[in-house]
């Protein structure tokens, strides 16, 4: 299968061949002013749905070709590219990470029943975070079914995304060549959601898809997500012993803004943490943390060995690695050593056997 970087290689390729601009090739293929964002978000690792994919193949002149056989080139049965399975419809977990509703939306290992009404063969849910849009009816964790094929009106909650890859549900206020409008509501203070509304760049904005129908799941158990021990660990702990992976409710990651692809689980081995870490004792770590702070504790890879210290930057050419037990010695890392290691994230939970 090829891989993003591969196609938008091919697509570079054959744009420069015929003369085209990034914009130009957009708007032939998708009929829109897209600027270069699609065939940008290709170069950054994001491949587009089969449906803009093929469309993109045309306006080039190419074949859009999935897999053998074509001795003939005869029609295949079966669903065409871009369709979603028969009867179902993908679900995306969406991640609000501000006051205003706009996080990141990620494909579920899931699938739901399509309702009788919809067609849209693009459909696809989104299951909602946070309270943004609570005054209209969309509560937290209910299932916004959005259908790509339907052109948004004023008064639609819609789904968006940007060329950024920050996506948010939203209430369409207008939507014209230069602005998109969107409605949305605060987090609650003193018992009163109060209204916002934003005004983006349709330059900014890639996709605005309408909301066709909200659905409120039954209660059930909450998922869960495994996460694994770092894989330089692997080794040690199938030696040593100890919990390699631990399985925690998605919501847990959902309430600290998070998804489970952030974290990595850390084996601690050694006694430099003591008292607040054991040896064996398992820390779960948040990889988009990076950044030393004083009084908190991170995870640290020097070499081939992690280590979980307390971190402190007095300047940018010097790290300092302290330790909890007072007879381990601290460690100060500057020239080739600060460069070779590498702070994997900061410390949000720990564990330890009794």
Known sequence: MIDAQSLFELIEARRKELGLTQSQVTERALHSQGGTSVIQNIRRGSIPSAQKLNAICKA?????????????????????????????????????????????????????????????????????????????????????????????????????RGVDGRTGIKSLTAMGDTFVDLRGWLPEQDGTQRPYVEQLLRSYVEEVFPVADILTPAAEEDELATIRLHPIQNKVAAEQGGLA?????????????????????????????????????????????????????????????????????????????????????????????????????QVIWFGSEL
């Open 245 to 345: 992976t631990i399985a925690l409710p998605l919501a847990w990651f959902s309430k600290r803004q998070m998804l489970p692809d952030d974290a990595v689980l850390i084996a601690v081995h050694d006694d430099a943490m003591q008292p607040v870490l054991c040896p064996g004792s398992r820390v779960l770590v948040d990889k988009r943390q990076t950044t030393a702070e004083p009084g908190k504790l991170f995870a640290v890879r020097l070499r081939r060995e992690i280590v979980v210290r307390w971190l402190e930057c007095p300047n940018r050419e010097t790290l300092i690695l302290s330790c909890s037990n007072p007879v381990a010695p601290s460690m100060i890392l500057q020239g080739s050593e600060l460069s070779e290691a590498e702070i994997l994230g």
């Open 60 to 160: 080039l002149g190419l074949e859009f070709y999935i897999g053998a056989p074509r001795p003939g080139q005869e029609e295949m049965p079966g669903p065409q590219p871009g369709f979603a399975e028969s009867g179902t419809v993908p679900l995306q977990r969406f991640i609000a990470d501000d006051s205003k509703g706009w996080g990141r939306s990620v494909a579920e290992d899931r699938r739901i029943a399509r309702p009788d009404h919809i067609s849209d063969p693009e459909a696809f849910f989104v299951r909602a975070d946070g309270a943004t849009l609570v005054p209209v009816g969309v509560g937290h964790g209910d299932l916004c079914l959005v259908t790509p094929a339907r052109p948004p009106q004023p008064g639609d909650i819609v789904w968006v």
